[in-house]
């Protein structure tokens, strides 16, 4: 229904179910960059002549569409990054930096994507600030009673994913955001893999940052977001020093531009933050709804499919919430040389442990599969990963 849309889908004869790490590409994003590029190049911010206007127009045209996206109340809330990962480590670098202390607590989630992770061990390190873990439940949901549990006059930072990206189990963000804030922490969302699959919104939730990448969203590599409420991003020093991001240099010191401007410093990548904009224009155009029930009926079929297979186990397929992401072994198969075979009859999942690392030690595994759908998949992709799937069985059984 929606492959139509995908050149890629028609230009070669797969099976793509790796949405999760890297969506494919409507038309209507690769049309608008290669109208960009052979029409409106030049550098945004800089400079008063027509290409460098039109460029920092569609910019600002693209935060107001995020904003919307998002349900923030200001784009001037909205920050462009190169992903999801630099958005995090701003908010390490320049919320947990500043503002922990030694005793200070930063509770996380023990199946966040080493993005939201490893920068909070570096804070911890760095402040003297204790790390703490929420872990899950027997279905895989994030555990509420232990996280009310560690919560306390100590926290400061609790770091979430709003869905994970190796099991496709949703969090409850709102609730934990509430949690959060009866405790004075400031609550840092990670929305990678939950933006393309539900409805967003930061003003309603109350929520402090979030985070997430559009080359998930459809749109382009090279654009990230970073969403913080006005205040924090007023409060917090800048992140990188240099073009852009000033008032007023003297040769001692410099004033920075207020609000989000004051992160993007040095050179934008119009075209893919230009790329996110026309990749929301075309969800919309879709219609959101639409998009999330078509692939919410394929994420059903897919759990279904793979729930027939006996030689395959399926991780935390039960859980309350889910995206349209799942993981699985074949029993004793390693998940590269699972997802090799499957390749090799154009089926394409991800393996291995999805920077991830904490949550397959908790779960007690060394590495899964995991296929995740984008809404250019059909029941056609469900059916051949079943049936390549049957093939590893074959290839490996006794
Ligand atoms: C949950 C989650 N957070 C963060 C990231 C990092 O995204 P990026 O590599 O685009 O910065 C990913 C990427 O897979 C992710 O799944």
Known sequence: MY?????????????????????????AVLDGVQAYYTRSNGNAGRGSHTLAMESSALIEA???????????????????????TESLNIIAYCYGLEQLHTGDEIIISIAN????????QFVARKTGAVLRYVYLDERGNFD??????????????????????TTGVVFPVQEI????HKYGAVAVIDAAQSIAHFPHDVAAWDCDFLAFSGHKLYAEFGAGVLYAKRALLEQMPPFLYGGSMIEFVSEQTSEFKAGGAKYEGGTLDTAA?????????FLTEQGLAAVHTYSEGLHRALIAALQEL???DLYYAHAERR???????????????????????????????????????????????RASIGIYNTQEDIDALAAALKKVHDVFKQ
């Open 3 to 27: 492959k139509q849309y995908f050149p890629l889908l028609q230009n070669r004869n797969i099976h793509y179910l790796d949405a999760a790490a890297t969506a494919q590409r409507p038309q």
């Open 62 to 84: 693209a935060r107001t569409a995020v904003s919307r996206f998002i349900g923030a109340d200001n784009s001037g809330e909205v920050v462009f990054t190169k992903n999801a």
């Open 113 to 120: 994507h080493h993005a939201n992770l490893i920068p909070w």
């Open 144 to 165: 509420m009673s232990g996280f009310k549990s560690l919560l306390g006059s100590r926290t400061k930072v609790v770091a979430v994913t709003a869905a994970v990206n």
């Open 177 to 180: 955001i509430t949690e959060a």
């Open 273 to 281: 933050i230009h790329s996110l904009k026309l990749s929301i224009d």
């Open 310 to 312: 006996d030689f395959v």
């Open 323 to 369: 995206v349209p992401t799942v993981a699985f072994n074949v029993k004793d198969v390693h998940s590269h040389d699972t997802a090799y075979i499957l390749d090799e009859q154009g089926v394409m999942v991800r393996s291995g442990h999805h920077c991830t690392q904490p949550l397959m030690d908790y779960m007690g595994i060394n590495s899964c599969c």
